[in-house]
């Protein structure tokens, strides 16, 4: 794939910090666009990537750096960055964020209110750009993707000829859903949200409320919820008591997740939270993203 750097970025810093291997591709395409990177608690290959040895520490990795760019997969509950080939789980500080050059800008999925308190003092501006529209939809496409994947390999069915559950219809819910139905399954969608089943309606799916999902659940062999649990599971153990003994739940939403997995396993339910499912086509997905940042980074420069 092609890439034309949107600005130059010689004599600056870049550091990469935790995430998938999607972040690999963030470190070849910054380098590419004339950075010195720095990678810490990375997926293996970063060395490469980064062409520099891996940090041995996060305040070594954000020394001087102008910009730092974070996991887009959602936060921990204790604001922890995703670091899915590390152990031990890395948190911002202020110390460490104040070796950071002045003016630094830090990229992330997303900003929570302990993220700014961090920053507040150091002079580096956070910036959340998970909800950015066109890199969410573009990240929906390897969701899907990766989605299915996880599916066949948890079930003994095709996909065709299925019955499928969609819970949510953002932008991963369309993505999924269409691409479920291509693949010749029976697609249904729940949402809260009548505009989103109109607009499934629209592309000729079955659209129904979530208070038919539970009648839904008994009859799916398969259910891929996206839809956010910020007021509570979508998938709580109440409707889970009444799903198909045979269902693949595959979970899709940052945390909190969307389903309540401990019930699900107690069910004896076979379900995946499969967060973070736009790192299945790493380079696709970190190119993608990085893109993202460049844009609000020469935006930041332009307005500076």
Known sequence: MSYQPRIDLSGKRVAVLAGDERMLEIMRLARSAGATVTAFASAPGAEEASGAPVAASLEEALADAHLIVNPVPGLGPDDSLWTPHRAE????????????????????????????ALCEPTGVTPVAHGDDDVEALLHAIPTAEGAVHHAIALSDITIMGSRCLCTGFGRVGQSMALLLRGMGADVTLC????????????FGLKALPLDELAAQLAQADFCFQSAPGLDGYILDRERLEQANPRIVIIELSSPPSGTDLEAAEELGLTAMWARGQAGSAPRTAGADEWQVIERMYAESLAHA
């Open 191 to 202: 949402a809260r949200n009548e505009s989103q089943r109109a607009r499934a309606t629209g």
């Open 89 to 116: 789980p890395v948190h911002l500080t202020s110390a460490a964020l104040a070796m950071a050059a002045p003016g630094a800008h830090m990229y992330m999925g997303r900003v929570t209110a302990g993220i700014e």
